[in-house]
């Protein structure tokens, strides 16, 4: 599998979801054991600028091109197409692929109401939930958690914590849960759930998503300005 170093964080190139899934999780042997990380510019240039953001991207075993900034650098320097895979695209088809298989299957995070649903939604599309979880408990509730993951069986885990939070967070579970798949997937719940909009599939056409957001978001202006200087350290042969 090839992979690009992109601003000091080493990001496999893939052709498709399907592709990621087959190689690197649902393999013949069963859940291959690890932790998938999305990486976008946003997260790349948080990296060149906090270490510790750093050292936890770089404990992924699974880092993947979420952004479309991301894998077009990677597609320039491989000198091949490298698909962007949104998160929230992933870990949908991987909780469909699960359910061909029975895998058990946890969900963490997000508020009780639209975990719940999420797990509700899920079920009627045959996916084998064993346990959920709100996000909201405290550090030190954090160990009973844990525990009731390992408990569950679950070999999919996916975390919506929001970052640093989720990635600090299965990192920890990871000690107690070896042989399990973790997945970061931010708010991914709420737009499965349609409790957030996602963008039109026209903004998506054309990985123009970043843009919607931004109008759907003004607020979001001084997030999207490290888009300019990632773009800004692409040129100079910094990232």
């Given at each position: 599998?090839?992979s690009?170093n992109?601003?000091?964080?080493?990001?496999?190139?893939?052709?498709?979801?399907?592709?990621?899934?087959?190689?690197?999780?649902?393999?013949?042997?069963g859940?291959?054991?690890?932790?998938?990380?999305?990486?976008?510019?946003?997260?790349?240039?948080?990296?060149?600028?906090?270490?510790?953001?750093?050292?936890?991207?770089?404990?992924a075993?699974?880092?993947?091109?979420?952004?479309?900034?991301?894998?077009?650098?990677?597609?320039?320097?491989?000198?091949?197409?490298?698909?962007?895979?949104?998160?929230?695209?992933?870990?949908?088809?991987?909780?469909l692929?699960?359910?061909?298989?029975?895998?058990?299957?946890f969900?963490?995070?997000?508020?009780?109401?639209?975990?719940?649903?999420?797990?509700?939604?899920?079920l009627?599309?045959?996916?084998?939930?064993?346990?959920?979880?709100?996000?909201?408990?405290?550090?030190?509730?954090?160990?009973?958690?844990?525990?009731?993951?390992?408990?569950?069986?679950?070999?999919?885990?996916?975390?919506?914590?929001?970052?640093?939070?989720?990635?600090?967070?299965?990192?920890?579970?990871?000690?107690?849960?070896?042989?399990?798949?973790?997945?970061?997937?931010?708010?991914?719940?709420?737009?499965?759930?349609?409790?957030?909009?996602?963008?039109?599939?026209?903004?998506?056409?054309?990985?123009?998503?970043?843009?919607?957001?931004?109008?759907?978001?003004?607020?979001?202006?001084?997030?999207?300005?490290?888009?300019?200087?990632?773009?800004?350290?692409?040129?100079?042969?910094?990232?």
């Open positions: 599998m090839n690009v992109v601003g000091g964080i080493d990001v496999l190139a893939y052709q498709s979801i399907d592709e990621l899934i087959d190689t690197s999780i649902l393999v013949p042997e859940v291959k054991p690890g932790v998938a990380v999305a990486i976008n510019p946003e997260k790349v240039m948080a990296a060149n600028i906090d270490q510790q953001v750093m050292s936890t991207l770089q404990q075993t699974l880092r993947y091109p979420d952004g479309i900034g991301v894998s077009y650098v990677m597609s320039k320097r491989l000198k091949m197409p490298v698909a962007r895979i949104p998160g929230c695209e992933l870990w949908e088809r991987l909780m692929r699960s359910a061909e298989n029975k895998v058990p299957v969900l963490l995070g997000a508020k009780e109401s639209v975990v719940l649903e999420a797990r509700n939604k899920l009627a599309q045959g996916v084998n939930v064993v346990g959920y979880r709100n996000g909201y408990f405290s550090a030190d509730e954090q160990q009973q958690v844990i525990d009731e993951i390992a408990a569950s069986g679950a070999q999919l885990v996916s975390v919506a914590l929001g970052s640093p939070r989720q990635e600090l967070f299965i990192f920890e579970c990871q000690k107690s849960c070896p042989s399990t798949f973790f997945m970061g997937v931010g708010g991914t719940y709420d737009v499965f759930t349609e409790n957030v909009k996602r963008a039109p599939s026209a903004f998506r056409a054309v990985n123009l998503e970043w843009l919607y957001r931004l109008l759907s978001q003004p607020t979001r202006i001084l997030r999207q300005s490290n888009l300019i200087k990632y773009f800004y350290y692409y040129l100079t042969k910094k990232v």
